[in-house]
Every structure is written in structure tokens, then in C-alpha cells.
């Protein structure tokens, strides 16, 4: 067994060892379609049981929809070519909420949607993608459970934003303070390869005799270490 994320996983599917092209372009596409949906639903008025239908609700609703859809796929990718974490030295509890912050987006961003969708019914509120695909009410109009769903749909969503911070603070605090290698695994190849080529050329340089080879050793050493991004 492989242990991947902080879970097991079977023999069969052995972990890579970094992110492939689809799997970081998915990422950053999710991260540009929440920012918009935080945008929309800070600008939409606010859902009362006299709401009428409008354009930034509709936008709401459809970039809502949008995301569940390629949480969804990232998962089903995710979990027939695991990835392992890169973080050999960080300390237990590092590893540890990295993985469960992984774990929790794909929970909150694929089922926390649903207790909007709940809410938008129980307010009469048709949901649709962009107009173009209609979905069906999945709770009856003034359901008290749905009500109930909507309030913790918003709660759940101002905490996954909190998350949001903290995940981006951490991928920001390895790369400039720790100097490692936690957000280029997540970055395109190219700008992997400047990184790469910086690291042949410390290589060279410790290789090098009377080059002070013990120092960029050490450098390269520091950057090769790789950690998790909680
Ligand atoms: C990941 C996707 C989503 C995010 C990040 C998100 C975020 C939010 C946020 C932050 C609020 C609170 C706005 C406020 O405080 O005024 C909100 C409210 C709401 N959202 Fe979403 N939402 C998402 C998906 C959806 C979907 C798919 C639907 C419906 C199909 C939906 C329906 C609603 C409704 C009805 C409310 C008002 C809830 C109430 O007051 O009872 N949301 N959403
Ligand atoms: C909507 C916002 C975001 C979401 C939902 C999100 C979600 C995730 C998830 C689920 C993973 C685990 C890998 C996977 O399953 O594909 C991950 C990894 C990662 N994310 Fe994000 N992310 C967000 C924003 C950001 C931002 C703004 C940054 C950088 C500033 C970032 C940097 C990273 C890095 C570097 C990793 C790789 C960690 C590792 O495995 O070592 N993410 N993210």
C-alpha cells in the first residue's frame, strides 16, 4: 500500500510524484472560476423570499454549477492517478493539513453547492447553466430544510474562502520563505524549467573546483526539499 495525502490508497495505483499538465491546469481554473464566484455572490442582492430571478443570481447559480462540475472531474482524475505529497523533512502536522485542507476543498466545493441549489429552490428560484441547460428544484418552494441548507451553505462558504487564505498563504510562504520546490510543482513546466536550470547550474557551480562548492551545495540541497502546501 501507498500512502498518498495522508491516506492509504491501493498497490495498484502508485503515486506520482508530481502534478501533471491537466491536473495544474484544472487547478487554476477552479481557482479562476471561485474568484469569480466570490465576486458575483458579494455583488448579487441578497435572497429573501421576495427575490426575483436576475442576471447576478443567474451568474451565481451557473459558475456554482460550473465548479461542482470540474471539482467532480478533478476528483475522479485525482483519484485514479493519486499524487503524492513532496515534503520528505516537514514536520507530521504539516503533512497532515495539507492533506486534510486537500481533502476538505474537494468536500466543501463539490457539496456545499448543493445546500445553495437546496435554497434557490425553497426561494423559487429557477437553476440553470447559463440559460442554456435547466436544472430541476431539489427542494419544494419554502422547505424549512432548505432555508436551514441556505444559511449553511453561505457559512460554509465564507469558511472555505478562509481556507482559500490560509492555502494560498502557505503555497506563498514555502516558495519565499522556505525557498522549496511546494509551488512550482503546482506552476506550468516552463516556468519549472527556469527553476530547473538554476538548479544544473549550482550543480556546475559546486562541481567546480575552488568554486565554493560547499555553499551551493548547500543551496541546492535546501531547494531540492520539497513540502506541502496545508
Ligand atoms: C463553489 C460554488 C459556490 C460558492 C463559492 C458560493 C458562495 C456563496 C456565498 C459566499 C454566498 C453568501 C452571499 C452573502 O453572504 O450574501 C452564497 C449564497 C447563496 N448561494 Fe452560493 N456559492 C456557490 C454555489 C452555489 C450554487 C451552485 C447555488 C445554486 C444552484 C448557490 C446558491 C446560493 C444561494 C441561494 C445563496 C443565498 C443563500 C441564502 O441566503 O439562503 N450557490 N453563495
Ligand atoms: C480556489 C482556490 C483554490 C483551491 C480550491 C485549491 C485547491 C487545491 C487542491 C485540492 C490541491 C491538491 C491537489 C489536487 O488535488 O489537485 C491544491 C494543491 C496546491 N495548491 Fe491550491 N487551491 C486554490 C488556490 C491556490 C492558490 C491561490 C495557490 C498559490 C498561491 C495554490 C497553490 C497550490 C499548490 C502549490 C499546490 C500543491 C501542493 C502540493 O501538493 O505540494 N492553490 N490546491
Redesign the pocket.
Known amino acids: 500500500m501507498n500512502r498518498v495525502d495522508g491516506g492509504t490508497i491501493p498497490a495498484a495505483t502508485p503515486a506520482a510524484q508530481g502534478y501533471g499538465a491537466a491536473a495544474k491546469g484544472l487547478h487554476w481554473l477552479v481557482v479562476l472560476?471561485?474568484l469569480v464566484?466570490?465576486i458575483?455572490?458579494?455583488l448579487?442582492p441578497?435572497?429573501?423570499p421576495r427575490t426575483q430571478p436576475g442576471p447576478l443570481?443567474d451568474l451565481?447559480?451557473?459558475?456554482?454549477?460550473v465548479?461542482?462540475l470540474v471539482?467532480a472531474v478533478r476528483l475522479f482524475a485525482r483519484l485514479a492517478a493519486p499524487v503524492a505529497l513532496d515534503m520528505p523533512d516537514a514536520p507530521a502536522w504539516e503533512r497532515r493539513s495539507a492533506s486534510l485542507t486537500h481533502v476538505l476543498f474537494y468536500v466543501?466545493?463539490i457539496v456545499?453547492?448543493?445546500?445553495?441549489?437546496?435554497?434557490?429552490s425553497?426561494?423559487s428560484?429557477p437553476?440553470s447553466v447559463f440559460g442554456l441547460v435547466p436544472?430541476p428544484a431539489i427542494a419544494a418552494p419554502r422547505a424549512r430544510w432548505a432555508?436551514v441548507?441556505?444559511?449553511i451553505?453561505?457559512v460554509a462558504?465564507?469558511a472555505?474562502?478562509a481556507l482559500i487564505g490560509l492555502h494560498a498563504l502557505a503555497a506563498l510562504y514555502h516558495h519565499f520563505v522556505r525557498h522549496d520546490r511546494v509551488l512550482l510543482r503546482m506552476l506550468p513546466e516552463r516556468r519549472q524549467g527556469s527553476s530547473a536550470k538554476r538548479e544544473r547550474t549550482l550543480c556546475e557551480r559546486s562541481a567546480a573546483p575552488g568554486s565554493g562548492g560547499d555553499a551551493a551545495t548547500r543551496e541546492f540541497d535546501r531547494e531540492g526539499r520539497g513540502s506541502g502546501v496545508p
Open positions: 472560476l471561485v464566484e466570490y458575483v455572490a458579494i448579487m441578497d435572497i429573501g443570481i451565481h447559480f451557473s459558475f456554482g454549477v465548479i461542482v471539482m466543501l466545493l456545499a453547492p448543493f445546500l445553495g441549489w437546496a435554497s434557490a425553497a426561494h428560484l437553476v436544472l432555508l441548507a441556505g444559511d451553505h453561505k462558504m465564507w472555505t474562502l
